[in-house]
Structures are given as C-alpha cells and as structure tokens.
C-alpha cells in the first residue's frame, strides 16, 4: 500500500519564527535567488556527475549564507532548532487534538499547534521540538504526559508493508530488487510500532521515483523474517549516478504479537555485494532501545522521490 504522502517543505506551525525574518527585504530576495538558481542546478546537472553538481550548487548557496551572516550579525535566533532532535509520531485522537508520540510511552501536546498537521493522518516525522514541561490542568495538557512547542517538523514517507507473492521470482519482478544500504544512524531502528529505516541509494537523475517496500511472509517458519525490496523504477543509474540517502518508516503492528516476548527481528536487503541482512530486538509495543538519542541527522534528503 502507498505510503502518506511527505510534505514537500518543512512545516513551521503558527508562532514560530521564520528563517531570515528579521533580516531585510534585499538579503532575504538575495536568499530566494540563490534558491531558485540551486533548483534550476538540480535540472542542468540532472545526468551529470554528482561532483559537478554539488560543486556549482554549494558556490550558490555558501554566498547567500556569507550574505545572510553579515547582515543579520543582530540577529539572535537559534538556528540549531532548524536541525531534528527527535523522529515521532503524529497522531490525532478521536477529539480531534493533535499530539506526538515521543516514545512508546511518552505523548505530548504541542502548543503552538491549532490543528492536526498532514492531514490528520498518522505519520513519523522528524521534527525539532522545545520541551515546555509536564502536561497540566493549566497548560492544556493534562491528558499527556509533555507539552512542547515544534520548531520544525516534516513527515518522512511511512508505509505498510506488501505481502509477498509467494515466490523470490515474483517479489522481485513486482518490488524490485534494486541496490540499497541500510546506514545505522539514531533514527534506524525500532520504535512506536513502526521500524525507521535510514538508507542509501543510487539516483541517475534527481527527482525520478524510485519504491521502497517492506515484504512479509518471505519465511513459512518466522514470520519476523522481512525482506526490503527497492525498484528504482528504470531509473539508469549505472552512468552518471550519485549515492543519496532517506528516511522510511514501516508500520509493524500487522506482524503476529510476540506475546510479551522479545524476538529478532531480521531483515534482509540486497547489496552491490549480495544479500544482506540485519538483526533488530523486537517486542510488540516497545521500542529496541527506550532511550530516544537527541542528535542532529544530517544527509538525509527528505526530497527525494520515493514511494
């Protein structure tokens, strides 16, 4: 099944301060300039090698941050709060509140938030949160256990996983058997029901969709025995190609309850050296680790095009 759709765009909820706003009319025209022409780099250099691309882009880009540093020298906001701190939840309860889910156990009311973010749909996300406190009577937020403010949140692509076809031949033709590297960063593993996968991909031309899949039942006997299935889509990334790297989040609350027990978790993925695999601690409603790393993700592209 399709996952949620991301958004293209960081989302910033009402009250928060927008990047460059206390700077003046012609840096931040400056800034959307440098932008656009980055944009069209991403169309020229499409085939091309990814050195020569980054090359032109980040010259682009590099002068408009000089440009921003000088002139916003009095500007005071915190732009660490740009960069993720936590992967989470969204969700929205049968009131219709919006909330996060932190951890397994940990939910959290967003106060600058006055309505459900993407949709309503349930999603992961990484997001930059500011931690306000317990939830109280006179905070709103005595139903849960955090009230926060976001600074910054976008969904990432999270899907279901496919059941196979019955065959490796049949799995193959339908969901690829395309090339990827799972990368062990803080946000992969297991977590609030859903497993997050930081991955690395080959792309012949940016903006061409490629399709993640995670596939069940591959294995009569172990039924936590799952194979990631990438299908570049025909996208020809034997010439010119460069290695990008994403977010997915699969929901694993359709798998059979371990009963209280903890059990691995394998999954299986091809490589450029042949099939890989690797093993996660799974127990039905907790998370491998309970403890949520706060670190700063960086190289993933969230705009990649994946489904």
């Not at 880009?61 to 540093?69: P, Y």
């Not at 009230?147 to 949140?153: L, P, Q, R, S």
Request: hydrophobic share 30%.
């Amino acid at each position: 099944m399709q996952g949620a759709q991301r958004s293209q765009t960081p989302q910033q909820p009402d009250g928060c301060e927008d990047f460059g706003k206390t700077c003046n009319a012609a840096d931040r025209f400056f800034l959307n300039f440098a932008c656009k022409v980055s944009e069209k780099l991403d169309y020229i250099f499409g085939n091309k090698k990814i050195t020569e691309y980054m090359k032109a882009r980040n010259i682009i880009l590099m002068a408009a941050i000089a440009v921003l540093s000088l002139s916003c020298s009095k500007n005071t906001t915190d732009y660490s709060k740009y960069y993720p701190n936590y992967i989470l939840t969204c969700k929205t309860d049968d009131a219709g509140t919006f909330y996060l889910q932190l951890d397994d156990k940990t939910t959290a009311l967003p106060l600058n938030v006055k309505k459900p973010l993407f949709g309503g749909k349930e999603v992961r996300a990484l997001a930059n949160i500011t931690d306000k406190g317990k939830g109280t009577k006179e905070n709103g937020g005595e139903n849960f256990d955090r009230v926060v403010e976001i600074n910054t949140i976008d969904s990432i692509l999270t899907k279901k996983p496919v059941p196979t076809l019955g065959s490796v031949a049949e799995d193959e033709k339908k969901y690829g058997r395309d090339h990827v590297a799972i990368i062990d960063l803080w946000a992969t593993g297991v977590e609030d029901g859903y497993l997050n996968l930081c991955f690395d991909a080959a792309w012949g031309r940016y903006g061409r969709v490629h399709y993640i899949n995670l596939v069940t039942g591959t294995d009569p006997e172990d039924p936590y025995t799952l194979v990631l299935r990438h299908n570049a889509n025909g996208d020809d990334y034997m010439s010119g190609s460069y290695v990008a790297r994403s977010l997915v989040a699969f929901s694993l609350r359709e798998l059979p309850d371990t009963q209280g027990k903890t059990v691995d978790l394998t999954l299986k993925y091809d490589t450029r050296d042949g099939q890989k695999s690797v093993k996660y601690k799974y127990c039905s409603g907790k998370s491998e680790d309970e403890t949520q790393k706060q670190s700063v993700l960086k190289g993933v592209d969230l705009n990649l095009k994946i489904k």
